[in-house]
């Protein structure tokens, strides 16, 4: 119960927060009722809450109230929206679980400003699973990539959103110099802080599991490779392919480089001529390739999503593991709920948070039967500072 006292000023807000915000973008949705607006908000808001981790001995103190500036934080960048959502909870319950640390990590989660589950509704959902996680939540504008997006092979592929990881250098505080980025569809299997600590060598920025034993010429057209002078970006390099979902970046050096606008320019080539076929990574490889800090592999077993056409069960590469990471068409939660799982979709499902549907067989409709929300100060300061 709200204190009446306090009644005046968190009435309002909890109105603003329900409502769905004004926003001006390049496409339009039809209004949401109130009524498809419950059930959209009972429909994602079915997660149970996390266990509460603690630091371990050892940790550095945080402050009580604990800021992205502050230099003993993890900063871990995910992207938040409705599709993907329960492997993005189940990512962070992941990293919560095995961090020796982790009431200092800090992570930043960039929503889709016209998902069909609003940042405002994302920020509670996060609130109230991991109540005592440090997050911000940031809006990320379609209109800043939509006209550089090409077709690619995979309509997923093509999500704006794919492409926010260009943008954390702009989007991030400029005191924060450091970010992990990671994708929705991993879990985490170790201690993130060992991948928080490796070093970026020779002015490199960014730092990620290589594959060169990956035959590097698909990821481009013959087009690519018979233009004479596209094909010698590459000439003074030994490019091999990485996979951007897990990638430590020095957003210093990002920025200082202005490696958003280099990813940007081979994006408004691809528009004019057809030199890639894979969404927001070609252009990754285009600019990073041959200069990136190499990780052990066991902090990106990738592809357990098998292709982006089947989407196939596929087995562990050899070696340890630290990070598991279903990339391509299949992912666990898909399967795992048709009854058909992939072997390896066993190892996600532990993470999982997600809770089944209970239905109120006395409700109108057979509504959902949700805990009711309480509202704590906490709460409500994270929405002033994150989204008003």
């Not at 209109?143 to 926010?164: C, G």
Request: charged letters at 20%; glycine letters at 6%.
């Amino acid at each position: 119960m709200i204190p009446l006292r306090l009644s005046a000023v968190v009435l309002p807000l909890i109105v603003c927060i329900l409502l769905p915000p004004f926003t001006l973008g390049i496409r339009s949705f039809p209004t949401a009722t109130a009524a498809t607006t419950t059930v959209a908000l009972h429909s994602l808001l079915r997660f149970s809450e996390a266990p509460d981790y603690r630091n371990g001995a050892g940790c550095l103190a945080t402050t009580a109230t604990t800021t992205s500036d502050d230099p003993s934080l993890v900063h871990i960048a995910m992207t938040l929206d409705s599709g993907y959502l329960r492997g993005s909870i189940a990512a962070v319950h992941s990293v919560l679980r095995h961090s020796s640390c982790p009431e200092n990590i800090f992570f930043h989660f960039i929503a889709a400003e016209f998902d069909s589950a609003s940042p405002r509704i994302l920020t509670r959902l996060v609130r109230s699973t991991f109540p005592s996680l440090n997050f911000k939540v940031y809006i990320f504008r379609e209109d800043t990539v939509i006209n550089l997006i090409s077709s690619s092979i995979r309509q997923a592929l093509e999500n704006p959103l794919n492409y926010a990881r260009n943008y954390l250098g702009d989007m991030l505080d400029s005191s924060i110099s450091r970010v992990i980025y990671l994708d929705s569809d991993i879990v985490v299997v170790d201690d993130i802080h060992k991948l928080w600590n490796v070093t970026l060598t020779e002015n490199r920025v960014i730092g990620a599991p290589e594959y060169c034993h990956a035959n590097f010429t698909k990821y481009f057209t013959d087009e690519f490779w018979l233009d004479p002078l596209l094909s010698r970006v590459f000439g003074h390099r030994k490019p091999c392919y990485f996979n951007t979902g897990v990638m430590v970046m020095d957003l210093v050096r990002w920025r200082e480089g202005n490696y958003r606008k280099r990813i940007e320019n081979w994006m408004e080539l691809q528009r004019k001529k057809r030199i890639y076929e894979l969404g927001s990574l070609p252009p990754f490889l285009l600019v990073f390739a041959g200069n990136v800090e190499a990780i052990g592999h066991r902090w990106n077993q990738h592809g357990l999503g098998g292709d982006n056409v089947n989407g196939v069960c596929r087995s562990l590469h050899p070696g340890p593991v630290s990070l598991l990471h279903w990339s391509g068409k299949g992912k666990p939660w898909v399967r795992l709920d048709e009854k058909k799982p992939c072997p390896l979709d066993r190892l996600w499902e532990p993470y999982d948070l997600f809770k089944p549907q209970l239905v109120n067989g006395g409700g109108r409709g057979g509504i959902t039967r949700e805990q009711p929300w309480s509202f704590s100060s906490s709460i409500l300061v994270g929405y002033s500072h994150d989204l008003l």
